[in-house]
């Protein structure tokens, strides 16, 4: 299940969170993650519990981020770009990606 009320990061407040992660039109991450603030910006990290997947949202003005993701399974390190995210509510998406957390 979803929320409306986005998640808000405020740093040292690692915590599950309701989730949605999609690149390309395909669900990556849906439902309960880990959520962890980056920072006192506003920016976080998503991670599915499984560790296959994860996503950086990184502050840059009000409203405008810079993703990057982990791009293949398991992989260690958020090396895929997702381009620059503009806030809508509780995500932050482009025509790309979408990087949700509630």
């Known amino acids: 299940m979803i929320l409306t009320t986005p998640a808000i990061a405020q740093s040292g407040e690692d915590r599950e969170s309701d989730c949605l992660l999609v690149v390309e039109a395909e669900e ?3 439902g309960r ?3 962890s603030p980056n920072g006192s910006d506003g920016s976080f990290v998503i991670s ?3 560790g296959k ?6 502050i840059q003005d009000a409203g405008i981020a ?3 993701w982990n791009g293949e ?7 895929d770009p ?4 503009l806030r809508e509510e509780g995500c932050w998406v482009n025509e790309r ?3 949700c957390a509630y």
């Open 28 to 30: 990556v991450i849906r």
């Open 33 to 35: 993650c880990k959520f």
């Open 48 to 50: 599915s519990y499984n």
């Open 53 to 58: 997947y994860f996503a950086y949202v990184i």
């Open 66 to 68: 810079d993703g990057y």
């Open 73 to 79: 399974p398991y992989a260690r390190h958020a090396h």
């Open 82 to 85: 997702l381009g620059v995210l």
């Open 97 to 99: 990606a979408s990087v």
